[in-house]
């Protein structure tokens, strides 16, 4: 286990590094054109499970007896092969993948070749160690492998899978705030609750107190926050029965994609998850408004837009060859209890500023 040995050992993995570092490079650059023969995913993860029994070969090398340096070589050589072959045919599944399905097969083919990467370092830097507990760590880093590529079975074969998925994460954020505002109470309507004779008074307060969790902390609403923070509930509720009725109209479209639409039904399907995903986000904005004092002008202006960006939604969805009744009984559902918490947010500025004028008429 000769030093010049282990140094030739090292220039062939920075050289098949590199390669692997170059070859990415070039695809990423090279986005496959819709002309090109289209690589099923299952075939991917095929030759993902070449990569595996690679990886498993790479381990077994260090069970017993030190290998030589011609076997790590051998074994070097082989993985790269495979990987550079797993990069080809990755790159092939992506042809008509939109953003979404490129994406997460990104994610995924990446996530193996950073596993593959910490492998083949590990199998080069154990030739000629005495190190014992390196050797231990081989099965852990050989099992991230296999987790990687078991992991390309995940994978989402198509763009409406894709896109679906990523409208289900919009669906589990939105779950989310409303669980947030069920979690919202109502202020005491009894002062004695607020405090009571063995209550230390601010001057007396222990240091503890200062560690109360922001949970505890601004939660309790008037009767008008009540109020408000249910119509935002109903909002809320409703806004997922739109994105569920909508994943279901999208996930029955699954024929509907073939390679020869030029991307048209695939766009569209894109542009619906970024209006969903705008959508969101303004849930998000009215959940952080309701903690108290209540920001009554940003729900107004997050509902305009929630209620401009439906529309756009189920004129997208009603440009489809396909039955969406169910949706749209959804969205006209929607549409009215977002014009119920605009009527009470109306009637709520009205009175707010009827009583500052009535305040400013008796200080003059």
């Not at 260090?62 to 790159?91: C, M, R, T």
Request: aromatic share 4%; hydrophobic share 35%.
């Amino acid at each position: 286990m000769g030093k010049a040995e282990k140094e030739q050992l090292n220039r062939a993995l920075t050289a098949h590094l590199n390669t692997i570092h170059e070859t990415l490079q070039v695809l990423d650059q090279s986005p496959p054109s819709n002309s090109m023969e289209k690589v099923t995913w299952s075939q991917v993860i095929q030759i993902g499970e070449q990569v595996s029994k690679q990886a498993t070969i790479a381990g077994m090398l260090w069970n017993g007896e030190s290998p030589q340096a011609k076997e790590v070589a051998e074994n070097v050589n082989s993985y790269f092969n495979v990987l550079q072959g797993f990069l080809l045919l990755s790159h092939g599944s992506t042809v008509g993948a939109g953003p979404t399905l490129s994406s997460s097969i990104h994610e995924s083919v990446k996530h193996v070749v950073d596993c593959s990467f910490r492998l083949m370092k590990e199998d080069v830097s154990l030739y000629g160690s005495h190190n014992k507990e390196k050797k231990l760590s081989m099965p852990q880093i050989v099992g991230a492998v296999w987790e990687a590529c078991s992991a390309l079975k995940k994978v989402p074969p198509t763009n409406v899978t894709a896109i679906g998925r990523a409208m289900t994460q919009v669906a589990v954020s939105m779950k989310d705030v409303l669980r947030e505002i069920n979690e919202l109470k109502p202020a005491s309507s009894n002062p004695g609750d607020e405090t009571c004779d063995n209550t230390p008074s601010k001057t007396e307060s222990k240091p503890e107190d200062d560690d109360m969790s922001d949970d505890d902390l601004g939660s309790d609403l008037s009767p008008e926050e009540m109020k408000v923070a249910q119509l935002a509930h109903g909002v809320v509720s409703e806004t997922l029965v739109v994105i569920k009725e909508l994943i279901r109209t999208i996930t029955g479209m699954l024929k509907l994609e073939t390679p020869n639409d030029n991307g048209k039904f695939v766009g569209s399907l894109e542009k619906l998850l970024k209006i969903c995903q705008g959508v969101g986000a303004e849930i998000d904005e009215i959940g952080a408004c309701l903690y108290p004092p209540q920001e009554i002008d940003e729900i107004k202006l997050a509902l305009e837009k929630m209620s401009s960006r439906i529309n756009e939604i189920q004129q997208e969805v009603e440009s489809f060859p396909t039955s969406s009744e169910p949706f749209v009984e959804a969205c006209s559902g929607l549409r009215t209890v977002l014009k119920q918490m605009e009527a009470q947010l109306n009637c709520l500025s009205a009175t707010e500023l009827t009583t500052k004028m009535q305040n400013v008429a008796v200080i003059n």
